[in-house]
């Protein structure tokens, strides 16, 4: 007996452009492992595709009505889809904001269809896909930040992590999906987006990764 096939990714499309939306749905639905579930130009739609429940946002970020990357703390409090940025915009300041607001990829729109795939593949496969030129800037930011101090938000206030938000960090730092973390903790995945909610408010992050990041860096996990 063999195992079933895995169904198809569920992958949302953000882009203005009608012929690079055209564009991507034609390199997108030459991959029988995705399935293209619903396409947006501009934020006010794609806000009603979280609710379609996608495994991952194909998002530009020069939209009519605001920038792309301002959904993506929204789409990770409502749903557990990725967002991977594709933008003919790489200057530092963008790449950094989009990165900063919690998107998990930065491609560039010059790309070509075989690193598109890749980098869906990789971003679902929970990997971080971004463009040599857009590296170069986020390296460059990387090493000019100025050391970190030490977080107030963790060691000085009584705004601290309960012992149940440490675990679901934990969970986050091993790998653990939503689902999975909820599963290993007992406890229902609303409650998990509630602890999400609180610990994001309390380190002053938008992202699991930036969680992670400054619950290390203070010691929490």
């Given at each position: ?37 619903g396409v947006a130009p501009d934020i006010r739609t794609g ?70 795939l890749d980098g869906i593949a990789v971003t679902l496969a ?39 938000e440490t675990e679901l960090l934990q969970a986050f730092a ?48």
């Open positions: 007996m063999t195992d079933a096939p895995n169904p198809p990714a569920r992958i949302a499309i953000m882009e203005d452009d009608p012929a690079v939306r055209q564009y991507f749905l034609r390199i997108i639905g030459m991959d029988s492992s995705y399935d293209i579930v806000r009603a595709l979280i609710d379609l429940q996608p495994d991952l946002f194909l998002m530009d970020i020069g939209l009519p009505d605001g920038s792309g990357y301002d959904l993506v703390p929204e789409i990770k409090a409502r749903s557990q889809a990725k967002a991977l940025i594709i933008s003919a915009f790489g200057d530092r300041d963008t790449v950094v904001k989009a990165l900063s607001a919690g998107a998990d990829g930065y491609l560039l729109k010059d790309s070509a269809p075989e690193v598109v929970g990997g971080a896909p971004v463009s040599p030129a857009a590296a170069v800037y986020l390296l460059d930011y990387l090493r000019s930040a100025p050391a970190p101090a030490e977080s107030p938000t963790i060691h000085e206030s009584e705004d601290r992590l309960t012992a149940r091993a790998g653990k999906s939503y689902k999975e973390a909820a599963r290993l903790l007992d406890i229902s995945p609303h409650t998990v987006g509630n602890h999400v909610k609180s610990i994001y408010r309390k380190l002053e992050v938008n992202s699991r990764s930036e969680a992670i990041r400054e619950a290390r860096r203070g010691g929490e996990i």
